[in-house]
T-cell receptor
Framework: GENVEQHPSTLSVQEGDSAVIKCTYS??????FPWYKQELGKRPQLIID?????GEKKDQRIAVTLNKTAKHFSLHITETQPEDSAVYFC??????????????FGQGTILTVHP | ETGVTQSPTHLIKTRGQQVTLRCSSQ?????VSWYQQALGQGPQFIFQ???????GRGNFPPRFSGLQFPNYSSELNVNALELDDSALYLC????????????FGSGTRLTVV
């Protein structure tokens, strides 16, 4: 089955700096890579996702890059703000047909943005 | 606000007991998935239901079972509870116009003592 490794496990940055979180996956059939943000005691929220037919996607201060050959993808947050502090999870899936619901998650990265 | 609601929010059970957790999705969300999130870890896929049939299962024993109903609600049942079953249980479904984007409910925090 799919295995997703996520690094680093903790990341501390100063407000305004950039943050980068990296994930690798094992299953070459995976074609969907979402990123979720989870604040303490709350549900995971989808912040950005990318499908295997593109190499990069950007949404304001957040971007995701995908390298299918190397089987890794990364989350980039620019101009970080204290409210970006949370746990971030990457995930991978071989979505299609009726199988959209099975995500394999990484272990999570605790991001702390210091004012 | 997300279209996925779960009940109860918190639950305490004794080892060996059985528990039923509930989830309600918006109309048109044909797929529902359940995840277990232990403290400090990422969610782990339990199983998925599509049109009331199990459609994929993760590495969980048969004492974890589920149901999906025609009104887009679903249940997760766990028999013979063990201490390690203590976790946040998350239900998720996909909006019909964007099946790739999984939306999670707020979860049920289960504590087994």
């Amino acid at each position: 089955g799919e295995n997703v490794e996520q690094h680093p496990s903790t990341l501390s940055v100063q407000e305004g700096d950039s943050a980068v979180i990296k994930c690798t996956y094992s299953d070459s059939a995976s074609n969907y890579f979402p990123w979720y943000k989870q604040e303490l005691g709350k549900r995971p929220q989808l912040i950005i996702d990318i499908r295997s037919n593109v190499g990069e996607k950007k949404d304001q201060r957040i971007a995701v890059t995908l390298n299918k050959t190397a089987k890794h993808f990364s989350l980039h947050i620019t101009e970080t703000q204290p409210e970006d502090s949370a746990v971030y999870f990457c995930a991978a899936s071989s979505a299609g047909g009726t199988s959209y619901g099975k995500l394999t998650f990484g272990q999570g990265t605790i991001l702390t943005v210091h004012p | 606000e997300t279209g996925v609601t779960q009940s109860p929010t918190h639950l305490i059970k004794t080892r060996g007991q059985q528990v039923t957790l509930r989830c309600s999705s918006q109309s048109g969300h044909n797929t529902v998935s359940w995840y277990q999130q232990a403290l400090g870890q990422g969610p782990q896929f339990i199983f998925q239901y599509y049109r009331e049939e199990e459609n994929g299962r993760g590495n969980f024993p048969p004492r974890f079972s589920g149901l999906q109903f025609p009104n887009y609600s679903s249940e997760l049942n766990v028999n013979a509870l063990e201490l390690d079953d203590s976790a946040l249980y998350l239900c998720a479904s996909s909006p019909p116009l964007d099946s790739w984007a999984l939306v999670f409910g707020s979860g049920t925090r289960l504590t087994v003592v």
